[in-house]
Structure formats: C-alpha cells, structure tokens
C-alpha cells in the first residue's frame, strides 16, 4: 500500500476499517441490475424484402483461438473506459454513491486502503490535487492524486450514472485535467453498450451480430491502447468517438445477447479486426471510397448492400432557403476566416471532388469569392442534421436542397441492413462475414 502516511492515519483514525480482500470486493461488484432511462436509438421501420440468392456464400464457422492474453499482457478481461474528463482550471467535487459502502485503494498497492460504511464518498480536486472528504467533514490529500473506488456491494453512482466494475479518479497533469474511469469486466462492457448502440426490440440474432462487433471494436482498442503505450491510462472513450457506454441498465435482451456470443470477436489473418459499424450504409460501397485505399480487405466490401433501403435514412434530404444556408456556413467558428469578404450572397454552389463511391471531399461556394470547402467542413456547419458525406446539391427557387445517403460513415457492419437480413432468416454469422468479408470468428482464450 503506497498511500501517503497523512492519508493511511486519517483512514485508520477515522474509519472503520474492514479486512474485505480486493478480490472479493470485485467479484461482489459484478453484473446488477440499474436505471433505465433511455431506450436506444430511434430508428425508422424496415420492411422485408424477398432473400437474395447469396446466403450460402456467407457461412461461417468458429474455427480459431484468439490470444487476447498475450496481447493486451495486463488485465486483459477488464476494459478501461474514460466516462469523464474536466478540466481542472476551477475547483471541481465529485460525490459518489452506492447503497452499500465503498471499498478505497491506492492503484499502485493490490492491498485495500480502507472500507467505508457511509453511501457517498466526497472527492474534491483543487489546485490539481485530489482531495478526499473524512469523516470528521475535512477535505485531505491524496498521495499521487490517484483513487480507486469500489462498491462493497452493488454499483457505482457517479453525475447520475451506475457503473459496475470501479471507478478510478486521477489527475493527469499532462491534460491538466481530471479523469474518471471505469474498469469493468469485458463482458459485462459488451452488454451495457448495446443498450446505446442498438435497438432492444429488434431479434436476438441481430443483437448477437452487434455484441460480436463491439467486443471486437472493444479488444481492437485495448490492444491498440495497451501496445502503444504499457503506461496508457484507458483503453475507449464512452463517446460515438468509440462506442457509445452509458453504464448499468436492465435490458435482459442484451445481457442474453453478450451471454450467447461470449468471448466471440472477428480476426483477420490472425489479428483482432477493427470492426466499424454505422446505422445505415445508404448503399454506398466501401470498396469504392477513396480513404479506404489503405484499409484492410474486410473494411472494403465490394459486395453492394440495399437491405437497409427502407429506413429513412437510406435516403434523406434537407432543404434550405439560400441566405439562411450561407448563414449556416458562415457562423461556423472555424470557417469563419475563410469566409471572410464572401458576402451574404450565394451565387452558386457546387460539388468538385466526388470519389467512386460518391463521397464528397470537395465543395466550392460562389459569392463574392469562391470558397473552398471540405465536405466535413461543410456537414459541422450544420450540427448533426446532415448525417452523410455521400451528398448532392440542387440550387432550386432561391433554395439548396441536400440529399444525402445513409447515415455515418459506411464502413463495416450496417445496423438497419444487418437487421433486415436476420428478418430474412440470416444467423449472425452471415451477417457478419458479409458486412466484414474475409474475417475469421474466432473465441478469446480463457
Ligand atoms: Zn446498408
């Protein structure tokens, strides 16, 4: 145990310490039951379309090991996800809670620190120091600004969320900020992410195709993490940066989901495979797209996909008048130089770069100059309403329509297509060797 002397005496002094081992603490703090707040993502509804004649050409049989111990060395069941960052220019408090007590420790000694039988813990980050609150109501130091927190039983509530697994709370000088983070079983990540990621009413097998997909994204990034640098401090963020992670729910469908497919992941050509997915591909043909060049083979499907072609955002369209375009474009914070001296005028606008696949890398805006823009740069003016890079435009009456293909960046798994092919009567294997073609399922080593 590396805590400070201040600290060790303040816990002894003041707490009653409990001889609970780390080891039980942790096995106590596996899956539970907790709010339910959101239901998933709205979707729009998919109808069935007669199969097409490819099944058979998309078996796929679990016939390989893969060796998740030996590449991510250290802790390789428990995944590291970043749920907070602040910054820590203000004083900044923390209250955690759980209906059980806690279980403190120093991350750099596998003993415990001290147990507390109280529900909330106060943390208090001032001046770039973690500071704990005792009992006696005074706030004290640290040592090394690093706090693990169990739950004694149960889960962790922390800014309205229950976590299982520990909360980890450290100060990283390099960000000067503050980081909380959630350590939690592999598994246990898997379940609680589909919560976020996909829709509960859908069938099982669909959720299947997603739990495989997300524990492979999941492992991709740990190992990625962990082999770039040993001292890396997590392995995802909790953000559609990663994979949307919103802790503890009680959806059966998806604990039964991460349950059937346990310890399932893709690899290709005996590596973990960096499996994408989006919500709907809006048909558009990985192997065509220009950034793709370099990818590997099974982020390059050539094989089209129209399965997803009656959801809403397999085609949709935006429209608006003119000024209020310009408006848009031009209150843009980071264009704002670039639009400097065009006036409030669009004299035309049009697409110069398109790649095989139709994604737009280049528009040109015609006012009192001509402005060059990326089509990233033109979708962030419109803050989420346009939901692809596979656009057109159409000037019309003092007006400029988009219309816009599929929603993300169609690589990988496509939600709304994969859905629809389980409707057809596919098992999540063919689902996945046809949305990541040339990959392997294979089952981690225990
Ligand atoms: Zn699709």
Known sequence: MKFSKTISFVFIALFFVQSISAKQVKKSSRPTSGPNKKAGRKHALSKKKPAPNIIDQFEQKISTSYDVITECAKHPKIIR???????????????????????????????????????????????????????DG?????????????????????NGKSYQGSLNFRINPFSASVLIINKLDLEDYVSSVLRSEIVPSWPLEAHK????????????????????????????????????????????????????????????????ALAMFDICCGGIIPAN??????????????QPCTFCSNTVFYRNSLTYRSQDFVELVKSNPNLKRKFEGFGNKLGDIQITDKDAAGVVHKVKLAGRKYVSLTGSELLSSFKNKIKSL?????????????????????????????????????????????????????????
């Open 81 to 135: 996800v970043l749920i907070d960052e602040k910054k820590i220019e203000n004083n900044v408090n923390f209250s955690i809670k759980s209906t059980n007590g806690f279980v403190l420790e120093s991350p750099s000694s596998s003993k415990i620190a001290a147990a507390f039988d109280s529900k909330i813990v106060e943390l208090m980050v001032k001046d770039s120091k973690l500071y704990l609150k005792c009992k």
């Open 390 to 446: 596979a656009f057109s435009v159409k000037k019309h009456d003092n007006k400029i329509t988009l219309i816009c293909k599929g929603y993300s960046h169609f690589n990988g798994l496509c939600q709304w297509g994969a859905k629809s092919l389980v409707d057809r009567g596919w098992d999540y294997k063919k689902v996945l060797n046809f949305y990541y073609p040339g990959t392997t399922l294979s089952r981690l080593k225990s």
């Open 138 to 158: 005074k706030f004290r130091h640290i040592k090394k600004d690093d706090l693990e927190i169990y739950p004694a039983k149960g889960h962790l509530t922390v």
């Open 209 to 272: 195709v997603q739990a495989i997909a997300t524990r492979t994204y999941a492992i991709y990034h740990m190992k990625q993490a962990r082999q770039k640098n040993p001292n890396s401090l997590y392995d995802l963020k909790n953000s559609n940066i990663n994979q949307v992670y919103e802790g503890v729910h009680n959806f059966q469908c998806f604990k039964n989901a991460a349950e059937q497919t346990k310890g399932l992941v893709l690899t290709y050509n005996g590596n973990i």
């Open 289 to 302: 797209m220009r950034q793709n060049k370099k990818s590997p083979p099974y982020l390059k499907r050539t």
